[in-house]
């Protein structure tokens, strides 16, 4: 799945319903305990799209879901740049 269809999945009538099912599930963020702005962070897409367990998923406040991509971003670009230091021999 590329990065507009992932965009096209996440408007979807069956995206919402299951998202909003796991926000009234969850009831807080699963990370701070914050009832406001609640989302859905994929955690995996190995049953994307439309067959995703709740297992795969994490309900975060807007602040953690920012944050969790934030550090997620972070771990890449450490792997990168471990990675071609290796590559480099350096």
């Known amino acids: 799945m590329n990065k507009d269809e992932y965009k096209d999945y996440l ?9 909003d ?10 990370q701070c305990r914050s009832t406001y702005n609640l989302q859905v ?13 709740r ?8 602040q953690c879901h920012t944050e969790k991509h934030e550090a997620d971003m972070i771990l890449k ?5 471990r990675s071609e230091r290796i590559a480099k021999n350096v």
């Open 55 to 62: 297992t795969d998923v994490q309900v975060l406040c807007e």
């Open 21 to 30: 099912r796991w926000k009234k599930e969850a009831m807080w963020c699963e």
């Open 77 to 81: 670009m450490n792997s990168w740049y």
């Open 11 to 19: 408007k979807s009538p069956s995206w919402r319903v299951r998202s």
């Open 41 to 53: 962070h994929h955690l995996c897409y190995d049953r994307m799209p439309y067959n995703e367990l």
